[in-house]
């Protein structure tokens, strides 16, 4: 199976602040990368898929980019909503993963 | 509105076996392949396997081969996911997502299923 790692594992970040997630993956896999935002008690939501796909009304401050088996999650501004941990997940063969997930907290 | 409805929780006796339904709405069921994502308390998302509602293929990671059956009912328009010889670690939220070629745009509510003595 692919690995997926995602780094860091948890973030503090103020209000206002940019963040940036990294997910790698174990083999190339293309653009065959999705992020996800989970927040608790709740089903993951997708933001964008195939690496930079932003979907539809997920806001602008979301941006990903990468190819290959290094790809980022960028949240400019954050805002109080977005905190919540998400998820990298890889579609490149019959056979999914997730990474392990990112936990954004408030400072 | 897409909608993926799951059935309720579930308490089940160690070695137990349990089943999760997932029912897609508004659109064509045959159309996408429905996956199962587990995840266990305080933890991350974990894959299971997807099963294509049309031919009834399935496949699933290694961990859970021998354990997992998913199948489907094309006649109500639902998949079903059972996972048999439940130990502890297999309490969790299960999940049924819908694959649009790669990402899961819509995601059913979630299942808990608590296995204990």
């Known amino acids: 199976d692919i690995q997926m790692t995602q780094s860091p594992s948890s973030l503090s970040a103020f209000v206002g602040d940019r963040v940036i997630i990294t997910c790698r993956a174990s083999?190339?896999?293309?653009?065959?990368l999705h992020w996800y935002q989970q927040r608790p008690g709740k089903a993951p939501k997708l933001l964008i898929s195939a690496a930079s796909g932003l979907q539809s009304g997920v806001p602008p401050r979301f941006s990903g980019s990468g190819s290959g088996t290094d790809f980022t999650l960028t949240i400019n501004g954050l805002q109080p909503e977005d905190f919540a941990t998400y998820y990298c997940?890889?579609?490149?063969?019959?056979?999914?993963?997730f990474g392990q997930g990112t936990s954004l907290e408030i400072k | 509105q897409v909608q993926l409805v799951q059935s309720g929780s579930e308490v089940k006796n160690p070695g137990a076996s349990v089943r999760v339904s997932c029912r897609p709405s508004?659109?064509?069921?045959?159309?996408?392949?429905i996956h199962w994502v587990r995840q266990a308390p305080g933890q991350g998302l974990e894959w299971m396997g997807w099963i294509d509602p049309k031919s009834g293929a399935t496949k699933s990671t290694q961990k859970f081969q021998g354990r997992v059956t998913m199948t489907r009912d094309t006649s109500i328009s639902t998949v079903y996911m059972e996972l048999s010889r439940l130990t502890s670690d297999d309490t969790a939220v299960y999940y049924c997502?819908?694959?649009?070629?790669?990402?899961?745009?819509?995601w059913g509510q979630g299942t808990l299923v608590t296995v204990s003595s």
């Open positions: 997940q890889q579609s490149y063969n019959t056979l999914y993963t």
């Open positions: 997502g819908r694959d649009v070629y790669g990402p899961f745009d819509y």
């Open positions: 083999q190339s896999i293309s653009n065959y």
């Open positions: 508004e659109y064509t069921f045959t159309d996408y392949y």
